[in-house]
């Protein structure tokens, strides 16, 4: 890395130590919801290092900006405090957001700082943060940060390792020079300055190299905090949307996908071939509920079936900014689509219209992903993009199995190991060509180009995942031992169930005395 340039804004950015593959993708996608693309409107600067070449894992990213670019995009002087309410950030309602405010939307990311120095070494970095008044950025830096109404304090992160109060005192003390005027305020401080000791991880956070302090850092970085908070991810920011804390949770992703939607401020059309799931257990426990509970704006919900989209809508015109789904594969359930095997069709009387539930069969997952790439490229608008998760074992490989439609685009593949054998992946694709619809079959004829061969590869993983672990030592012991605690806790209900009724039923005799 070069000496940095003070008259640039530079930010640097942390990113959480989980779900690595989609780091970038989701910083990249929450830029462009302000119009800002790496390499067009801010570069990324390579990150400094005390080794030539550094193969571990690195959470950390800079972005510099233009400063006059970055003042007019964002409103760098405006010290807003992120919220744990999510939904504050859930609309782009400003013109010229805080920094923190626009990437507090990504959920990767632990923290952002106003990047003051940086280098392989302490001194690198400390020569860098004496150079700061030596550019315009830098100026503006020391100007907003050395204001004598301003209390301060500053912050070490070690990143695993650890040191005692007097090490952390000795590092502190090498940034004295800057002699903030303010008064030192350990709690809700106007400045909270952070001085990261970066050192060598693995994909899961952990230290390469134990605790072995002596080592010297792999670099260092110093700068202001943005947001107000050390932790963007914590003071249950993410946890007010837990799984745990909602009031209904349905057999299928539709209502999770949708609710997610909606706390980033999307206006939500659900659509399920099972009219139960969109009904719910209840009146009060149902997808709205959830909508409900968070104070969200209430989804339309509609029973569709995308193999026969044309006949549940009046329209095939572009509508949708996104479609986010998460296909029926069959490791949970199988996919289903509208119609019968059956020879003989009956009519569904009038008054039984309200409550009746079509029949369904088996919907082939190539025909499944067909559908919705088409549907896709007919309903959103150009430029929007659909989302969708994709399970596969180790025989996938994304560049030639995965499907696609000459209308969208591949964006983003971010892959997450579940098991040995199978992971998943969140496909992003976007819209950059007109549907026409008499192209409608050479469009289906080229979703699956490397042949049937690929849809087999993400089809019957419950079976394939079985076949797998029927090879495995102790197999047979395992699934025995399984089959007994099912049989257990089956009779164990029904046992209870039982007893419940038993004794309601002698409740009631006792009311009658």
Sequence with gaps: MNKLDHNRYNVLIEFAHVHLEFQRPELESVLL????????????????????????????????FDHKYANEKFSLDDEEVLSSDLSRYSAITKDRPTIASALSRCTLIRSVIELWGAGGSFDVCLAHVADLSHGSAGEFLLAKGMKPSSSWKITIHTLGTKF???????????????????????????????????????????????????????AVFFGRILGKTRDWRGGGRLEQSSLKRRSYLGPTSTGSILLTCGLR???????????????????????????????????????????????????????????????????????????????????????????????????AVSDVMCDL??????????????????PSMTDF????????????????????????????????????????????????????????ESAEKCANIRERLIEAAK?????????????KRRLETKEAKKKAKKEATQLAISNSDDNKK
């Design 471 to 483: 090879l495995k030592p102790g197999y047979e012991g395992k699934a025995a031992y399984r089959k």
């Design 33 to 64: 919801l302000h119009d800002i693309i790496i390499g067009r409107d801010c570069i990324e600067i390579p990150l400094p290092s005390s080794m030539v070449e550094v193969k571990s894992y690195r959470p950390f990213l800079i972005l510099s």
């Design 164 to 218: 005692n109060r007097e090490e952390h005192e000795e590092m502190r003390m090498k940034f004295a020079f800057l002699k903030f005027p303010g008064k030192v305020q350990m709690k809700d401080p106007t400045n909270e300055f952070l001085l990261i000791r970066e050192v060598e991880l693995d994909s899961n956070g952990g230290l390469l190299h134990d605790k072995d302090n002596s080592r010297p850092p792999l």
């Design 397 to 452: 490989d994304a560049e030639v199995d995965l499907p696609r439609h000459y209308c969208l685009e591949l964006v983003h593949v971010c892959y997450q190991p579940l098991q040995t054998e199978l992971g998943r992946r969140v496909v992003t694709m976007k819209k950059v060509k007109e549907y026409n619809p008499a192209q409608k079959e050479e469009y289906l004829s080229y979703v699956w180009a490397n042949g049937p």
């Design 265 to 363: 401020g999307g206006y939500c059309v659900g659509a399920d071939i099972d009219l139960r799931i969109l009904r719910g257990r209840s009146d009060e426990e149902n997808v709205l509920t959830n909508f409900e509970q968070y104070k969200l704006d209430r989804p339309d919900l509609v029973r569709s079936d995308n193999a026969l989209y044309h006949r549940h809508y009046r329209t095939t015109k572009p509508m949708y900014d996104a479609i986010i789904t998460d296909p029926p594969y069959g490791i949970r359930a199988g996919a289903r689509r509208t119609g019968t095997n059956n020879r003989e069709v009956r009519s569904v009387p009038d008054d039984r219209r309200h409550d009746h539930i079509a029949q369904t069969k088996v919907y």
């Design 373 to 390: 790439l088409d549907v896709s490229a007919k309903t959103l608008v150009m430029g929007g993009r659909l989302v969708y998760i994709i």
